[in-house]
């Protein structure tokens, strides 16, 4: 019984051949409690914690600073700005990933769904990035686009081809280093193509934490109260879970809302409706049909949780930009680079044809990187506008990992990989809302994926931030990394590693079933996340 107690509790707590802090620290309290039963005994036949897959490769063993001492610089040197962010009241020091993997300094492994917030693309540590960068830093690191060198050359075509500028149009890029960075870029490509300033987004979206973006960035826990808005406007969004209008045929994807519509399986009049708005916000923001620059929208939600637009919405909306005379564009930032496993683009997804894109995160496989893409006319405006200088961007390092990260996603068919066990996590997600009533609401698409949290079906309202901690807190417990998000943070997002498998499904659906009982149970210690609770 005593050998039985240990294993038992060493199997919830462990990953390959590492031990947990957690279970260093309980064993002896294990122990003894064993002892106290006697060796006749019987244990109760408790379910064991999911485990994940096997995992042939090992990390090096770390030598590094302790996580005790990260922790105190981090708190003591990184602006608070930064290190307030930190996700877990226990947080494990991250030191190797491999593939879909990451782990820390113990080496428990742990599922990495949060992909650096959906910027892991081909893999952790992935041969052929790795040895692109290696070979490119052997050679020339950098000279600036000022003097010539050939890996952007090399770099811009094989992007190009992507784009399919036959089709899109899009056949000109601009190489940044961080969508913000892209973003601001596109705003500007777009005053300089139209001479106009007015910008228009969308309520619930995020583009980016610079000066110029933050007014674009339309929820609240982004946006600085000290921030001048001026010629940035937003519509409304169009979603159909927590919007006026939407319902169960309004989604392209594979999971749709709980609640009916009017819509038919090819039309969806809750776009027209949306569309609608957006019309009515250029009637009075440009009198006369003039003043408009440009409209924004992601391909889909990033930072508000996979929030889907319904069929049909961006044709509609990209109409009506044009027919005040501005340009479309579409943030791929996060939906780029086939991650939503039918689709390469986002704009393909939707059936449009932007002016410009934006496009970073995936794009360099975890490298500093963005570019911003668009036709030919508008560039040439934007290079007679101004003479506009980026020191780091097509840097040489940069274009060998974007280079690489391009034909690894092609190679490895991570594409398919995405549509094939993304879309079999959704759905498995989806049927679960039967079973577990805090489960408000699931979508995405391929490896872009979100859950939302509610308090009961029936009423839809979002539970508490700090009960979204304490599971988010229980995954990690068990291995699984996740990403947060949501207008009222009441969502987790998963944008992976593409490599992610089917084994690594079974675990995910495994940890989250019991996760979620555990919370329906009041199972989970929520008061340790309260904010408020009493001292």
């Excluded at 777009?190 to 300033?197: E, H, I, K, V």
């Excluded at 840097?395 to 690894?408: F, K, R, V």
């Excluded at 872009?448 to 931030?465: G, L, W």
């Excluded at 009960?467 to 990394?481: M, Q, S, T």
């Amino acid at each position: 019984t005593l050998l039985y107690t240990i294993k038992f509790e060493l199997a919830k707590y462990t990953n390959m051949k590492a031990v947990s802090r957690t279970a260093v620290q309980k064993l002896p309290k294990v122990i003894s409690s064993a002892r106290s039963l006697g060796e006749p005994a019987t244990m109760p036949m408790e379910k064991p914690d999911p485990q994940l897959p096997f995992c042939e490769y090992e990390p090096p063993p770390y030598d590094g600073p302790s996580r005790e001492l990260v922790i105190k610089q981090r708190k003591a040197n990184v602006n608070p700005a930064v290190h307030r962010q930190t996700y877990y009241k226990d947080p494990p020091l991250f030191v190797a990933g491999k593939g879909q993997y990451l782990f820390d300094d113990t080496g428990k492994r742990y599922l990495d769904l949060l992909g650096g917030i959906c910027t892991v693309s081909a893999g952790h540590n992935h041969p052929k990035v790795n040895a692109a960068v290696a070979e490119q830093m052997s050679k020339i690191s950098h000279t600036s686009n000022v003097l010539l060198h050939p890996k952007i050359a090399e770099y811009s075509e094989a992007m190009v081809k992507k784009l399919n500028p036959k089709d899109s149009g899009l056949s000109v890029v601009y190489f940044c280093n961080s969508g913000s960075e892209a973003n601001d870029l596109a705003m500007m490509m777009a005053r300089a193509y139209t001479g106009y300033l007015n910008i228009v987004g969308l309520r619930r979206a995020y583009h980016g934490a610079s000066a110029a973006n933050i007014p674009l960035t339309a929820m609240p826990l982004y946006r600085h109260a000290t921030m001048p808005i001026s010629n940035i406007s937003q519509t409304m969004s169009p979603d159909v879970y927590r919007g006026l209008w939407g319902g169960d045929h309004c989604r392209d994807g594979p999971c749709q809302v709980d609640r009916t519509c009017d819509c038919g399986p090819d039309t969806c009049n809750a776009a027209g409706m949306y569309a609608d708005q957006y019309r009515d916000h250029l009637h009075t923001l440009c009198p006369a049909g003039k003043g408009l620059a440009g409209f924004i929208a992601e391909g889909m939600g990033g930072m508000t949780a996979a929030i889907q637009a319904p069929k049909g919405f961006y044709k509609e909306v990209f109409d009506i930009t044009k027919s005040y005379g501005g340009v479309n564009i579409m943030d791929e930032v996060q939906t780029g680079f086939g991650r939503l496993g039918s689709h390469y683009w986002g704009f393909e997804y939707h059936g449009v044809k932007p002016d410009i894109i934006t496009a970073a995160k995936s794009i360099g496989n975890g490298f500093p990187l963005a570019m911003c893409a668009t036709t030919p006319e508008i560039a040439e405006a934007f290079a007679n506008s101004c003479f506009h200088f980026n020191t780091f961007g097509g840097n040489a390092i940069a274009s060998a990992a974007g280079l690489a990260t391009l034909e690894a996603i092609d190679e490895d068919n991570l594409m398919e990989n995405s549509h094939i066990v993304g879309n079999h996590i959704l759905n498995t997600l989806n049927s679960m809302r039967n079973k577990h009533d805090i489960i408000g609401d699931v979508r995405g698409k391929g490896f872009f994926m979100a859950v939302e949290f509610v308090e009961s079906q029936s009423t839809n309202k979002p539970i508490p931030n700090y009960h979204l901690n304490a599971i988010v807190e229980r995954f990690k417990d068990l291995g699984l990394v996740v990403g947060k998000g949501g207008i009222h943070l009441n969502c987790f997002r998963m944008q992976p590693p593409m490599c992610v498998t089917m084994e690594d499904a079974d675990f995910i659906i495994a940890v989250m079933d019991q996760v979620f009982t555990e919370y329906t149970q009041s199972r989970l210690d929520l008061e340790a996340f309260n904010p408020n609770a009493a001292k």
